[in-house]
């Protein structure tokens, strides 16, 4: 029975659709009733992972300047001191830990993003149609911009061993990614490149993707991030899609109404330590 990506269903839909596409996950099934993945891609309007597997990585250099790098980091440990945003930490296999080697701080929890930084939220806005219009794609052609909103803002933290290793991997459900560089590649870490496998069995990576630089890739194309050898990868990622914009305290798995809070998530970390106490 061959493993396949099988699509979520959202709220305010059939389970076939989901208009709440959101991530995607290997199960085992051989149900004839359920859509492919490619059906559903085209009925959502959205590229389907051989489609986008074959558009090139857009960059975008000297996104962020060293002191808006500064300011964003400093903005995140006070968000982080405070536990005002959800977040996930990882182990090396991407396994969820009380405390692990892959940190994520879920930046768009009640709209903190945006409140807080206003100009750099607008930017990364505006770098999706950049993007979309200099790699050719034509994602957001057609497509009405007020329905065009963030999904997640997420600030990633990968320590020695932290890596994102499925060869499967794409943004589910999204139409563009963007990841800008927060940390100095070979200065304050090592290893850790941004990877995109082609179609041929081969392995790219942007050419130039040092700190303060930003790529934009279709958001099913997949992508991987090799292991941190040493030091602290810091990447702000950020995913647009045509759906709500979300001030959930995660990921969100539905363009239908999300009970996910802060508060929720909170919860969530305290089970987790619990659980690792016995």
Known sequence: MAARYRLFAGAGVSASLFAGFTYARRVKSKDPSEPSVEESCRKLGLPTPAEAQRTQVVQLPNFMAPEEIDELVAAVRRVQE??????VERGSKGETRVVG?????????????????PALHDRVVRAFWEADEKGGWGVLAGKDASRLNLRTVEFHEYGRGGQL???GHYDAGSLITLDVMLAEPGVDFEGGGLLTPNQDGSVSSPARFGKGDAVCF??????????????RRRVLVAELWEGPPRTCAHR?????????????????SSAEQLALLG
């Open 82 to 87: 405070h536990h005002r945003a959800g977040k």
């Open 165 to 167: 290793s499925d060869p």
């Open 101 to 117: 080697v892959w940190r994520t701080t879920y930046l768009h929890t009640d709209d903190l993003f945006r409140q807080t930084l």
């Open 218 to 231: 279709v958001s099913h194309k997949r992508h991987n991030v090799a292991p941190v050898e040493g030091g």
């Open 252 to 268: 969100c798995l539905s363009t239908g109404p999300c009970s996910y809070s802060l508060s929720r998530s909170h919860v969530a």
